[in-house]
């Protein structure tokens, strides 16, 4: 059988870069195996819960050329594929395990818990549900149960042995079982844990690999033990390393760490951006950085995950972001930075509003960066710097060179780029200056500033009336 994954976000609208990673390597070991990918909702948390969630991981995963093969909107065979409408699947193998032995009910009441963990406060000891509710009499649970009290269903773990888990990343995970605490698989409300539906949803969708932060690494061998006890075989296990900001804590929301979106609305592109993600944490073979994602499928291999921490890194993604943006044809950059433009160009031709965004096609990182790019071609007034003043002073030749600019430039009577290199020329003919003295003080009278795009692209962008007024 060729591999299944699953991504299996809680619908919270929000899809961190790093819940957008795994969602990454998810997809590459499916598709490298010529496998599916599937996309399970875990809102047994209802108050995290979103409206309009599904729709957005659907959209996300499909700006970055994932295609969910089953999930909500595209079901399969092993729907429902949102956790809170499989409520009776757990159920039903909940008390399955508890008629063979391997979990039972338990009825200790808050208070009861409470007082277990002060008692363990006072010990010194972490604390942990003493399995007292594992000893009642089916009498006594009988009873309960006819009385309405209200119960969860815990897991009994060995007391005894190891257990030893592998995983493709970390290898051989070992915990004595004594540790374990005859943890919650179904809730007194009904719904299961987490620890306990991932467990029911991977075996009943066929799931091969499990791939997720690892955070979950710690808690596998009581999953395993939840396979061994139903008889099934557990998947394999590819936990990933976190993701680290640049102040070495983990990612977050609450950090106001980027998300999938923010990025996207930024200006940078999902194709850069699952390019970027997958480089943290991942490394391939060769020394090669740019991957689409035809590539990624052919080339990614899990054992070259890496165990340490990546660390989330917007300079290089910028980098990415730049030589993604490069690689656009003229016609696709133009509509994809377009948009991103917050000055008013009605009053501009489309010409030259397209002529703008082009001279900047090398030099940007993200869409909206163009803002921070054009603004000399904004403003009305110009300002000078003393430094740029005095440079203006410095030399006898410039007010020569300034003046010939003007009539040449007062001459052409079309106005474009080719007209204006030539006008260059011939100021430079006439005047016999050239270099620095040639271009700065244009640049400078005309911009304030002493550098910009191509020349001829910076007068003509500035236009006629402006540029000769400036010279003036
Ligand atoms: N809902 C879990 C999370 O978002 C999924 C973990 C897993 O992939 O098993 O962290």
């Known amino acids: 059988m060729s591999a299944r994954t699953r991504f299996a976000p809680s619908p919270t609208g929000f899809m961190h870069i790093g819940n957008l990673r795994t969602a990454i390597f998810e997809y590459l070991v499916a598709k490298h195996d010529g496998g599916e990918f599937l996309l399970r909702i875990e809102d047994t948390d209802q108050n995290r819960k979103v409206e309009g969630a599904i729709d957005f991981i659907y959209n996300t995963l499909d700006l970055c050329n994932m295609k969910i093969d089953e999930g909500p909107k595209t079901p399969g065979e092993y729907g429902p594929y949102i956790q809170s409408e499989r409520i009776n699947i757990y159920k039903e193998y909940a008390e399955k395990l508890v008629e063979m032995g391997k979990a039972y009910y338990c009825f200790c009441a808050e208070e009861t818990l409470e007082e277990m963990r002060e008692y363990c406060d006072r010990k010194k000891i972490p604390f942990m549900y003493d399995g007292r509710c594992s000893h009642l009499t089916k009498e006594e649970i009988e009873e309960k149960l ?19 888990v592998h995983d493709v990343v970390y290898g051989d995970v070992r915990v004595e079982n004594q540790v374990l605490e005859d943890q919650i698989l179904l809730k007194s409300d009904g719904y299961p844990t987490y620890n306990f539906a991932n467990v029911i949803d991977d075996h009943l969708m066929h799931i091969t690999h499990v791939i997720r932060g690892n955070e979950y690494l710690a808690q596998t061998p009581k999953y395993n033990l939840l396979y061994e006890a139903f008889g099934w075989e557990a998947p394999t296990y590819i936990h990933v390393p976190m993701v680290l900001g640049s102040d070495g804590n983990k990612l977050s929301k609450r950090n106001g760490d980027a998300s999938f979106m923010d990025l996207y609305n930024e200006g940078y592109l999902p194709s850069a951006i699952v390019n970027y993600l997958v480089l943290l944490g991942w490394s ?4 090669e950085e740019v991957y689409s994602m035809d590539d990624l499928i052919k080339n990614f291999d899990v054992n070259r995950i890496s165990k340490s921490p990546a660390t989330y890194d917007i300079k290089k993604l910028q980098w990415f972001n730049h030589k993604y943006i490069n690689m656009l044809s003229d016609e696709e950059y133009l509509k994809f930075v377009r948009p991103y433009l917050t000055y008013d160009v009605s009053n501009k031709t489309e010409e030259w509003v397209n ?23 904004f403003n009305d007034d ?37 007209k204006i290199a030539n006008v260059i020329s011939i100021v430079k003919e006439k005047t016999g200056v050239k270099g620095k003295l040639l271009y700065m ?21 500035i236009g006629r009336e402006k540029v000769l007024e400036r010279l003036s």
Not at 371 to 377: A, K, P, R
Not at 448 to 458: K, R, V
């Open 146 to 164: 006819k009385n309405g009290e209200k119960y969860v269903i815990r897991q009994k773990m060995p007391k005894t042995g190891v257990s030893v």
């Open 284 to 287: 391939p073979a060769t020394n």
């Open 355 to 377: 002529k703008l965004l082009t001279i900047y096609k090398d030099h940007l990182s993200y869409g909206k960066e163009i803002n921070d790019l054009v603004g000399i071609f």
């Open 382 to 418: 110009i300002n000078i710097s003393k430094e740029n003043e005095e440079f203006l002073n410095s030399d006898e030749s410039i007010p020569l060179v300034i003046k010939t600019y003007k009539e040449e430039l007062a001459k052409l009577d079309d106005w474009n780029t080719e």
């Open 441 to 461: 003080p244009i640049r400078i009278k005309i911009s304030g500033i002493e550098h910009g795009p191509e020349l001829p692209d910076e007068i003509y962008l």
